[in-house]
């Protein structure tokens, strides 16, 4: 009787029937995960929330693991072709927080996970720990010298006998696309040799700098004491809780905020304070290292690999205190405690690419999830942070007063209508504006001159047939810059020399039309010749660290009157500052957006807010052509209550955030009528899906129309409810991928329809 078979499980040993199988997310727009086998030698490595490196679609990748399974093998599956890291990069903590970012916003996994880790971290350690293939001992000089090889063994050697210094493992796989066995196979033969490469780590970045001498916390005033105790109590619980901080400006939430951050840190938990981009100044970081001691910045102007070094720090539980712009509510810290978010009204804390994620909103999840205390501070409250917590959602902390005494700064309106305001000729600061301005100089003290444009023109027109410089690739007008005698599209960058005569007429002059800041600091040039003036805005502040130095140079008393955009608008505490000026508020209601109310009286009382932070008090002067505009009246006043019940009337009758929810479709293309064309299919496959309560309005054209050479369209949808809207962004994504040429994308919750 001739033997019997051995049962197959026998013949490959049990352990080979079953594989370790890891499905992959992978920072594309795919909807799916991708499963790859683990090879052994890396089992260790690849566990849930891992990267790893893996062949896809003919080039190395870098996504995360997240989810791991055994199972039977497969004919076609790829290897993982590196684990470039001992320990997971993402906890089941931020997994979670992934999977939320990806639903709520109708992103991939992997494209929330890239977001949640900055480029460097995913990045590195591929240097760290890589594998080098080279032509072994054994290797043949020609492929073809050698019989055996099976086809994907052959592709290997073939990519791999050219290359005198070996191939990186990863690149190898995916020129060769081949999983990682039949290296496995050569390397056995001596054909190949594997090597692992260390590259150095970074050494230590900015990081270690000098820590500033501590301060000592000054007596907190009677409301400043409440608002901390109520933190601490909160704390204290253990539970999740969110609050508002609801502080004028000047009132020393920020001291709020270094009690609240020192009662974590006695209860061994660590925080995040999420601050605008803006206010990201070593200025701001000081205040908090002089109180902590280990502190970590995470910002994307930082070196990559401070960047990456300073995550690792947080990861490995060695930081208290978290400061960053939006991306550091992913902060991988162990131990959360606290979430603050200061200026929690700011549009920088909403990315604008996929996945456009509102870092306050996950904030609040994210704590939720933690046990968290949250906080939410600002003086100008957004209208949906307001409107919950009038509703009693979340607990309200509010600082009436300005810390020390110091009085709210007194606020004028001047009407620029009022012919005895007018500036002469075609000056633009008027006779009040100016007349403070000379006594504030007189007194020797400082001035703030704030103008939301920049440049020296925000048009340039012809006088006969009214033709406008327009950029080519968009739909917006030029702006005129004295430098270099040029028109600028401030959308795209393109820049042209400003034509000898009108483009369309040929008349042989152009006129110049709405105020930047360069009209204003020749202006004061001209008008205060012994002022020393120093504009900022993104035209002068172009490299790296020209932002500190002008703050510091005016901290030290060396510049008098700082002019300038949005960037001088907030945060700024100088206490020399005995004017601020606000050159023409009108220019901020003049975008045709939902928020553009809401946005003037943020920047009007902030900006205003500028002024009187020291003992000798201050002054504000805001110009406008509508004295009588509720954002203007009430934003002098900072009368936030005022101006949200109106404010919040209107979003009821029209339909707006906070009382319906949001999202915007956006359809570009090359081609207009392919614009025209997809954005139609995009709405007509949402009316199919909407229940009807919800709104859908649209296709149209937007404000900006055309952006660097593509047409946009949007659709927006009206929801009452999250819901909704989720249940829409499963039908967007089920749609056919649009043909090349025309992209569509999302925005969940968005900022602005512009
Ligand atoms: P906000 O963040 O509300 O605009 P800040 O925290 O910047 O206000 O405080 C304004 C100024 O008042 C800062 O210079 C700060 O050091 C100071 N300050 C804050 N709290 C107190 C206090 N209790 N006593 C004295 N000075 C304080
Ligand atoms: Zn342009």
């Given amino acids: 009787m001739p033997p019997r078979d051995p049962p197959a499980t026998e013949l490959l040993g049990a352990a080979s029937t079953e594989q370790v199988h890891v499905g992959v997310a992978l920072d594309l727009p795919l909807r799916r995960l991708f499963t790859y086998r683990v090879p052994p030698e890396l089992a260790a490595r690849a566990g849930v929330g891992h990267r790893v490196v893996v062949p896809f679609r003919g080039k190395p990748r870098i996504g995360f693991v997240v989810e791991r399974h055994d199972a039977p093998p497969l004919a076609r599956i790829l290897d993982v072709a590196e684990a470039p890291d001992a320990e997971p990069l993402l906890t089941p903590e931020l997994l979670a927080l992934g999977r939320f970012v990806a639903r709520y916003y109708g992103s991939s996994l992997g494209e929330a996970l890239g977001a949640m880790v900055p480029r460097a971290v995913r990045h590195k350690g591929r240097g760290r720990r890589q594998v080098r293939v080279r032509a072994g001992p054994e290797a043949p000089r020609e492929v073809e010298d050698l019989a055996d090889l099976t086809p994907a063994q052959r592709r290997v050697l073939r990519r791999l006998l050219p290359e005198p210094d070996g191939l990186v493992l ?28 260390r590259v150095d780590p970074d050494p230590l970045g900015a ?3 000098a820590r500033p001498t501590p301060d000592t916390p000054p007596t907190l005033t009677p409301p400043q004491q409440a608002a901390v105790q109520s ?35 006695e209860q061994g938990r660590q925080a995040i304070v999420l601050v605008p981009e803006i206010a990201l100044t070593p200025q701001t970081v000081r205040r908090f290292r002089r109180r902590f001691e280990h502190v970590a910045v ?25 400061i960053g712009p939006r991306s550091a509510v992913f902060a991988p810290l162990p131990r959360l405690g606290l979430v603050i978010v200061d200026e929690e009204q700011e549009g920088s804390f909403k990315q604008q690419v996929t996945p456009r994620y509102h870092a306050r909103d996950v904030a609040l999840v994210r704590a939720r999830d933690t046990g ?14 307001w409107h919950n917590a009038e509703r009693g959602r979340w607990t309200t902390l509010v600082l009436p007063e300005r810390v020390a005494g110091r009085s709210r700064p007194d606020v004028r309106i001047v009407d620029l209508g009022d012919p005895d305001e007018r500036p002469p000729g075609r000056d633009h600061v008027g006779r009040t504006l100016f007349a403070h301005l000379q006594e504030a100089l007189a007194d020797k003290g400082q001035a703030i ?5 920049r440049g020296y023109a925000t048009s340039v027109a012809c006088p006969r047939c009214g033709h406008v410089l327009a950029c080519s690739h968009c739909s917006v007008s030029l702006t005129y810059h004295r430098s270099g005698h040029s028109a600028i599209c401030h959308l795209c960058g393109h820049g042209e020399r400003l034509p000898p005569a009108c483009p369309e007429c040929a008349l042989p002059t152009m006129d110049f039309h709405g105020l930047g800041t360069q009209t204003i600091e020749e202006e004061l040039a001209r008008r205060l010749p012994d002022a020393r003036v120093e504009r900022m805005d993104s035209d002068t502040m172009t490299r790296r660290g020209s932002h500190e130095s002008v703050l510091e140079r005016f901290g030290r008393g060396e510049i008098d009157v700082l002019l300038g955009t949005q960037m001088i608008a907030k945060g700024l505490d100088f206490p020399n500052v005995l004017l601020v000026g606000v050159v023409a508020a009108d220019t901020l209601l003049a975008l045709p957006d939902f928020r553009s109310a809401e946005r003037t009286f943020d920047l009007l009382a902030q900006v205003a807010g500028r002024a009187g932070r020291g003992e000798r008090g201050g002054r504000v002067v805001i110009q406008t052509r509508r004295p009588d505009h509720a954002a203007i009246r009430l934003a002098a006043d900072e009368d936030m209550a005022a101006f949200a019940e109106r404010e919040l009337a209107d979003r009821k009758l029209f339909g707006y955030p906070p009382h319906r929810r949001l999202l915007r479709v956006l359809v570009r293309a090359r081609d207009e009528a392919r614009a025209d064309e997809h954005a ?3 709405r007509d496959a949402l009316v199919a899906g ?7 309005l649209g296709p149209a054209a937007p404000l900006r129309a055309k952006i660097q050479g593509w047409h946009r369209r949007h659709v927006l949808v009206k929801a009452t409810d999250h819901r909704e809207i989720g249940r829409l962004l499963d039908v967007l994504r089920s749609l056919p991928r649009p043909p090349k040429g025309i992209e569509i994308a999302w925005d969940v919750d968005p900022l602005s329809l512009v």
Avoid at 171 to 197: I, Q
Avoid at 237 to 260: I, N, P, Q, W
Avoid at 372 to 385: D, K, Y
Avoid at 449 to 453: G, I, Q, S, V
């Fill in 449 to 453: 001159l704030f103008h939301n444009r």
């Fill in 231 to 265: 933190l601490c109590d909160a704390l204290d619980a253990g539970e999740a809780a969110t609050f508002l901080l609801h502080g004028v400006t000047g009132s020393g939430k920020t001291e709020v905020y270094l009690r609240a951050l020192a009662h974590a840190r």
């Fill in 170 to 197: 990863a690149d190898l796989l995916a020129a060769a696309s081949v999983s990682r066995s039949p290296v496995t196979s050569l390397e056995k033969r001596g054909l190949v040799t594997l090597e692992d490469e």
């Fill in 372 to 385: 968290a205390v949250v906080v939410l501070g600002s003086a100008t409250p957004s209208l949906e942070t």
């Fill in 298 to 322: 995470l910002h994307s102007g930082m070196t990559e690999s401070a960047r990456a070094h300073a995550w690792q720090r947080v990861r490995q539980g060695e930081v208290d205190v978290v």
């Fill in 680 to 682: 139609q299919l995009a």
């Fill in 207 to 209: 990081e270690a700098a």
């Fill in 690 to 696: 909407a229940v009807n309560t919800t709104q859908i």
